[in-house]
Every structure is written in C-alpha cells, then in structure tokens.
C-alpha cells in the first residue's frame, strides 16, 4: 500500500511515555527519545522560571507532584477529556490536542504543542515544538473513553465507513480506499508499527491503537478531493461521514495511549 499513516499526536506521546517514566516502567533517556522521535527538540515554557528541555520539565513535573498525565483530543463540538473552561481549555481547541499532568488531588499543569517546521523542501525540514504550560484542575474520576466503548466504537466506524462510503463510490476514484477498509475488516496489518506504547500498555490497547491508526488512513485518503462525489449534496454527505469517523479516531486513541493500569 503506497499511502502512509499520520504521526501520532505528540500529546499522546508525551503522555504515554511520561506516565510510564513515573512509574519507573521507562527511563528518561526512553522518555525522550519516544517523545522526540518525529521532531528536532522539545521546549516547555511555564512550568518554571525558564524555558526548560524536556527532561528537565518531567523532572520539573514530577517535583510539583505529578504522578500520571492524560492525554485530551477535543474537536469544536467535541471537548473530549477537557477539564472544564480556562486558558488550557482554548488553547487546547485550538491545537486539537493536549495533555493534563495531575497530582493525586486532581490539579497540575495542562500543557499544549505548538509546532513550528523549519528549513525548506529543497533542503528538507525539521520539526520543532514547544509545549506551553497552563495551571488545571481536573478532580474526579478519569472521564474515559475507555477501551471497551473504543473497541465498541471502531466496530461500528469500521462497518459505517464501508457502507456509507460504497454508497458515496469513493472506492471507484481510489481503490486504496476500498483496499483500506477490506484490511480494517480483515483486521489485516500493512507495515504498522505498534511499538509507540510502552511495554507495560495492555494488548487490548495496541490492538486498538492499530485499528484507529488504519482508519484515519482511510479518513486521509477520503478527504483528498470530491472525488465520486459529483454534486454538493454527495460531498457534503462525505464530509459528515469523515467528521463521525474522526470522533471515532479520537476517541479511540485517547483510549489507547491513556490505558496505563487497564488490564488487557
């Protein structure tokens, strides 16, 4: 298959491999490296004095009492793991993505990529990020998804997008589309690396970190242009179908890179 799949979300990166640093389940060198796999450097700014790297922010965070961090995938409409209105809340609808790093008492930091490249086609590109920190509160029990309701939800998106998207014949423009969802239901894997979550992640969470991956490919080749779709109505209509399946995505991954202690 020519296509490839998106990066993962730093968020959920720096939540994952940081979650299982504190937990003595990784080491910082690790943390680092998993975190910073896809870019040049790291920077967090407001969680001290200064503008820290990485590993002296997680040290930082675990010296402030963190003990886990969560990551969040909200969408307008969809405020998916948010902890309620404030700074860290825009600005994380913003990104589409965050991260909250929690005491045991429920406050902490909530910290949001901003990412910048640099260089140039000619001469290639790196990616830089930096990660703003804001003050949260997030008490109460984890509000999910969790794996469960993700494996739920992928059965469904998988079975949705196949009929939806046959009746819109976006396969006829683009047989990677058909030949995508033929390997979602065959549970079929093509050159997808699991490896991103640490080793102490539950099966179940791979499995379905797996299938979420596979179908924000086919989101990705859907979405390139209208296609078969020959009219507005048809178009539309797509687009609905890829926005139900992108909450799917979301929801899923949150499940995934957030399931440290799940049993699997």
Do not use: K
């Not at 700014?45 to 961090?69: F, I, K, N, P, S």
């Not at 405020?79 to 990104?95: C, E, I, K, N, S």
């Not at 290639?124 to 703003?132: P, S």
């Not at 969470?205 to 299938?211: E, N």
Request: hydrophobic share 40%; with cysteine; glycine share 10%.
């Amino acid at each position: 298959m020519s296509w490839s799949l998106p990066l993962p979300p730093r968020g959920a990166l720096l939540a994952c491999w940081t979650s299982a640093w504190l937990s003595g389940e990784a080491s910082l060198p690790e943390l680092v490296a998993r975190v910073t796999a896809h870019d040049e450097n790291h920077t967090v700014t407001g969680v001290w004095v200064d503008d820290l790297e990485l590993e002296q922010a997680a040290g930082r965070l675990r010296a402030e009492g963190v003990r886990r961090l969560r990551l969040v995938l909200p969408a307008p409409g969809d405020p998916l793991g948010l902890p309620g209105p404030g700074p860290f809340t825009q600005a994380a609808l913003v990104a589409g993505e965050g991260v909250l790093a929690l005491r045991s008492d429920g406050g902490g930091t909530g910290l949001v990529p901003s990412l910048t490249s640099h260089g140039s086609e000619l001469d290639g590109t790196v990616t830089t990020v930096l990660w703003t920190a804001f003050p949260v509160e997030a008490s109460g029990p984890d509000p999910g998804p969790f794996l469960h309701e993700a494996e739920h939800d992928l059965r469904l998106g998988v079975v949705e997008a196949a009929r939806s998207l046959a009746d819109l014949d976006v396969a006829r423009w683009n047989p990677e589309i058909g030949e995508a969802l033929d390997d979602l239901r065959r549970a079929t894997r093509h050159g997808i690396d699991d490896d991103e979550l640490p080793g102490s992640w539950p099966p179940r969470a791979r499995q379905v970190l797996v299938q979420a991956r596979q179908l924000a490919g086919v989101i990705h080749l859907a979405s390139q242009d209208d296609g078969g779709a020959i009219d507005t109505r048809e178009a539309e209509a797509r687009d609905r179908v890829l926005r139900e399946l992108a909450r799917v995505v979301r929801r899923a991954r949150v499940a995934a890179y957030n399931a440290h202690g799940v049993s699997g």
